[in-house]
């Protein structure tokens, strides 16, 4: 079964790091270009940041720049995203999610995790 | 950066009706635009890609059309579980999404 299962979410105070994990089974990983999505509550999506097959390109939405770090291991399987400096306003559930064309992206996503929260407060 | 509207931001409607949404881009996209449908508490599942394919799986009810800044989504004949918020995502330049369309019962 194709499957991305996030981890890492929690409470942490503003100011605050945190890193989350994604870890994929039943594709093969290392094919595919992978994102972090956000949603905060009640509101709607943000893609956060996306990340190549390889790791060697990396791109972030403006409010993530300079905070946030993506990053994976294909040895493991595994995505991550690194977040510094933490606001009240990065409270949300975060998504790990899979573009659905391999080895060309075309931004599309067509397997999402089940979410993580992370909550930013004192 | 490339701005993603949606019209309406909510409707009601029956099952059977006909349900269309419109996602408009601020500059154009060619057909690099996605659909998703979200129910509450649940991923986002991928409905419709390059504007106007269907997604494995996805029911022909659901249909996409549109190119260049002007998109639109079309459920044919509402069903029980297509109640929920649809998302259209643009993905020529980075990945932006438009602000969502909830979907409830009349």
Do not use: H
């Amino acid at each position: 079964e194709v499957q991305l299962v996030e981890s890492g979410g929690g409470l942490v105070q503003p100011g605050g790091s945190l890193r989350l994990s994604c870890t994929a089974s039943g594709f093969p990983f290392s094919n595919y270009w992978m994102s972090w999505v956000r949603q905060a509550p009640g509101k709607g999506l943000e893609c956060m940041a996306n990340i190549n097959q390889d790791g060697s390109e990396k791109y972030y939405v403006g409010s993530a720049k300079g905070r946030f770090t993506i990053s994976r291991d294909n040895s493991k399987n595994t995505l991550y995203l690194q977040m510094n400096s933490l606001r009240a306003e990065d409270t949300a559930v975060y998504y790990c999610a899979k573009d659905r064309r391999v080895l060309v992206a075309d931004g599309a996503f067509d397997i999402w995790g089940q979410g993580t929260m992370v909550t930013v407060s004192s | 950066d490339i701005q993603m509207t949606q019209s309406p931001s909510s409707l009601s409607a029956s099952v059977g009706d006909r349900v269309t949404i419109t996602c408009r881009a601020s500059q154009t996209i060619s057909n690099y635009l996605n659909w998703y449908q979200q129910k509450p508490g649940k991923a986002p599942k991928l409905l419709i890609y390059a504007a106007s394919t269907l997604e494995s799986g996805v029911p022909s009810t659901f249909s996409g059309s549109g190119s260049g800044t002007d998109f639109t989504l079309t459920i044919s004949s509402l069903q029980p579980e297509d109640f929920a918020t649809y998302y259209c995502q643009q993905s020529y330049n980075s990945r932006t999404f438009g602000p969502g369309t909830k979907v409830d019962v009349k």
